[in-house]
C-alpha cells in the first residue's frame, strides 16, 4: 500500500501501536497516521491493556522486547479475551527464537527490525483487508445493536458473524434454545451481500417428511397423492436470499443425504422431476443438540456435518455472559416503554439468577416486572417473587412436547411388551426413526418387557 489515503472511509480502522522505544514509537504511528488510519499508542504491555479496555481496536501491532510486560506476555493476554484480534509483531534480530515462538501465539506476521515502512504498510492493509466489516460501518453498527450484548465471549461471536456474513458458504448456529439463533441468523443475512432477498426460515420437526422436501424443493404434478399443481420450493424461491433451517438434527438420514447434495452441487431436483434447478441460497442451520454427538451415535451424517460446519457459531448460554444482561435488561425494558427500570438490588438478582431458558425467559420476566409494577422503580420483591416463581411457570411449548413424546413412546412399549416394531408400526414411523426417537428420551426397549427386571 503506497501512502494512498482512507480518508474516503468515514470512520477508518483502528490500529494501536505498542513499543517502549518512543522513537520508534512515534514513526510508525507518523506511517499510519499518514496513511490514513486511526491511530493509537502505548508505551507498555499494561497501558495497552487498558487501552483495549477503553476501546478495541482493529489490529494491534506491538514490539516484542519491552521491559514492563513482553510481546509474548501482551499476546497472552488479549487472546484470553479477545482471540479475534489480529496482532503484528515487530522484533529485533537477536530476538528471532523468542519472535517464532510467537508465530506460535497467532500472531498474524513477524517483521524484523529496522522495519521497512511500505513492508509494514502492505502488511496492514492486508491484515485488515480480511475483516469483514470496518469498524464504524452501518452494518457493523446495525449488527451490534440487533444482537445486545456487552460480554467480550458475545463480541467475538459478532465478529465471527461479520467474517460469515462476507461468504456464501454454508454457515451453522449451535446453542441452547433461546439463546438467540434466528436472531443471529437474520444478522448474517442483515449483513450479507444480499439483504434486500428474501428471509426464510423453515422448522425441520413441525412437518412430515415428504411435506417438508416438497416445501424444501418443490414438486412436479402428480409427484404424489395431492401434488395436483407444480409447487416451486424454498430453493428456487428464496432467490439468492437466506433459507434457515431450524432443528437441523430432526432431518431423517435420507433427507439430510438429499440436503448435502443439493448444497454440494448448488442445485437440486424436485420431487417427480427429471430436471435439476439451481439454486443460489444462502444456506444457514441451526440445532440445540450436540451434532458431533449425534454422528458418533449414527443419528447424524458425518459428511453433511463438516460440510455444514465449515462456518460454525455457537450462542452461549446466558448463564455464560452474564456481562449482557444489564444490556439486554435496558434494551427490553426500552421496547415495553421505557419509562420504568429495575431497582438497582433488583438489577443485580437478575444478573445472578440461572436463566434456563436463556433470553427468551429473561425477557418474559422483565415483560412480566414491567406489568406488575405501579412503580416507575420495579423493586427488589418483585423481581425475587417472580425469579421464585421461575420453577412453578408453566412449561415452554418444547419442553412440554418432549415430555408428551417420552410418555407415548413409553406407552408405545409398554403397550407392545417392548416389540420396537410394533411400536414404531403403531406410531407410523420406520424402525429407524422410532429408535431415533428412542434414543434422544433415554429409553430402552429391554426396560419394558415382560422378563425384564426390576
Known amino acids: 500500500m503506497d501512502e494512498q489515503t482512507l480518508l474516503d472511509e468515514k470512520d477508518p480502522p483502528l490500529i494501536l501501536v505498542v513499543d ?40 494491534v501491532i506491538t514490539d516484542l522486547a519491552m521491559d514492563e510486560m513482553n510481546g509474548l506476555e501482551l499476546i497472552e493476554q488479549i487472546h484470553l479475551h479477545d482471540p479475534l484480534l489480529p496482532i503484528l509483531m515487530v522484533s529485533g534480530e537477536a530476538d528471532v527464537p523468542q519472535a ?5 501465539q497467532g ?10 515502512r511500505q513492508r509494514l504498510l502492505d502488511k496492514v ?24 450484548h456487552r460480554a467480550v465471549t458475545t463480541r467475538e461471536l459478532l465478529q465471527r458473524t461479520r467474517q460469515a456474513a462476507t461468504s456464501r458458504s454454508p454457515v451453522l448456529i449451535e446453542g441452547p434454545t433461546g439463546t438467540g439463533k434466528q436472531l443471529l441468523a437474520q444478522c448474517i443475512h442483515a449483513v ?15 412437518l412430515p417428511e415428504r411435506l417438508l422436501e416438497s416445501e424444501l ?32 438434527e430432526e432431518l431423517s438420514l435420507d433427507s439430510q443425504a438429499r440436503l448435502l447434495q443439493a448444497i454440494d452441487a448448488m442445485e437440486f431436483r424436485p420431487l417427480g422431476s427429471d430436471h435439476l434447478l439451481p439454486t443460489r441460497a444462502r444456506i444457514i442451520v441451526t440445532t440445540s443438540v450436540d451434532l458431533a454427538e449425534a454422528v458418533s451415535e449414527g443419528e447424524f451424517r458425518e459428511d453433511l456435518y463438516y460440510r455444514l460446519k465449515v462456518i460454525p457459531l455457537r450462542v452461549p448460554a446466558l448463564a455464560e455472559r452474564r456481562e449482557d444482561i444489564p444490556a439486554l435488561v435496558a434494551h427490553f425494558l426500552a421496547k415495553l416503554g421505557g419509562d420504568k427500570q429495575f431497582a438497582p438490588a433488583g438489577l443485580k438478582l437478575l444478573v445472578a439468577a440461572d436463566w434456563p431458558g436463556n433470553v427468551r425467559q429473561l425477557r418474559n420476566l422483565i415483560e412480566h416486572c414491567y406489568l406488575m409494577s405501579p412503580a416507575e422503580i420495579i423493586p427488589e420483591s418483585l423481581v425475587a ?32 411388551n417392548g416389540n420396537v416394531t410394533n411400536a414404531a408400526r403403531l406410531a407410523g414411523r420406520n424402525r429407524t426413526e422410532f429408535y431415533k426417537l428412542l434414543h ?8 419394558f418387557r415382560a422378563n425384564a427386571t426390576s
Do not use: N
Not at 517464532?100 to 506460535?104: D, S
Not at 500472531?107 to 521497512?116: G, H, I, Q, S, W
Not at 434422544?440 to 426396560?447: E, F, S, W
Open 20 to 59: 517502549d522505544d518512543t522513537d520508534h514509537l512515534i514513526l510508525v504511528q507518523r506511517w499510519l497516521i499518514k496513511a490514513g488510519y486511526l491511530v493509537d499508542g502505548a508505551s507498555g504491555g499494561r497501558q495497552a491493556l487498558a487501552r483495549i479496555e477503553r476501546q478495541r481496536p482493529d489490529m
Open 100 to 104: 517464532l515462538q510467537a508465530a506460535h
Open 107 to 116: 500472531v498474524v506476521d513477524l517483521l524484523v527490525k529496522p522495519v521497512d
Open 125 to 148: 492493509a492486508e491484515t485488515l483487508s480480511h475483516l469483514s466489516t470496518p469498524r464504524g460501518t452501518v452494518s457493523g453498527d446495525s449488527l451490534d445493536r440487533t444482537f445486545v
Open 192 to 206: 450479507g451481500d444480499a439483504p434486500d432477498q428474501p428471509f426464510v426460515s423453515l422448522t425441520c420437526g413441525a
Open 217 to 248: 424443493y418443490g414438486h412436479a404434478q402428480g409427484a404424489f397423492t395431492g401434488a395436483v399443481e407444480p409447487h416451486q420450493g424454498l430453493l428456487q424461491t428464496v432467490d439468492s436470499g437466506t433459507l434457515v433451517l431450524k432443528d437441523i
Open 385 to 416: 417473587e417472580a425469579l421464585e416463581g421461575l420453577s412453578t411457570a408453566p412449561p415452554s411449548l418444547d419442553e412440554a412436547r418432549a415430555a408428551f413424546e417420552r410418555r407415548y413412546l413409553a406407552s408405545l412399549l409398554r403397550a407392545t
Open 440 to 447: 434422544r428420551h433415554k429409553l430402552d426397549p429391554a426396560d
